[in-house]
Nanobody, 118 residues
């Protein structure tokens, strides 16, 4: 059974930073791309970033320059460093399994909530 468990969310002031983490199990982590999505209250899911097997990275425009996705294959861990947070970044962030070389997503974590408020 594939499991993805996010952590690291919380309350942060505008301009602050957070590092989200995701631990995976039940899958050969190193052979998959991994992604982060987010969903703000009352809004749809938004793709945020992907990191491939070869550590190639992709970001949506609204986080480019403020976010860094990374992975530690030895620990089956995925990370998302978010800097210069804005109120519009408030959302539940999801860790998602992405088959390598493809742009669809197969397994989702439960999410970790990020609140940006002064």
């Amino acid at each position: 059974e594939v499991q993805l468990v996010e952590s690291g969310g919380g309350l942060v002031q505008p301009g602050g930073s957070l590092r989200l983490s995701c631990v995976t199990s039940g899958v050969d982590f190193s052979r998959f791309a991994m992604a982060w999505f987010r969903q703000a209250p009352g809004k749809g899911l938004e793709w945020v970033s992907t990191i491939g097997e070869a550590l190639n990275t992709y970001y949506v425009d609204f986080v480019t320059g403020r976010a860094t996705i990374s992975r530690d294959n030895a620990k089956n861990m995925l990370y998302l460093q978010l800097n210069s947070l804005k109120t519009e970044d408030a959302a539940t962030y999801y860790c998602v399994l992405q088959p390598s070389g493809h742009w669809y997503w197969t397994d989702w974590g439960q999410g970790t909530q990020v609140t940006v408020s002064s």
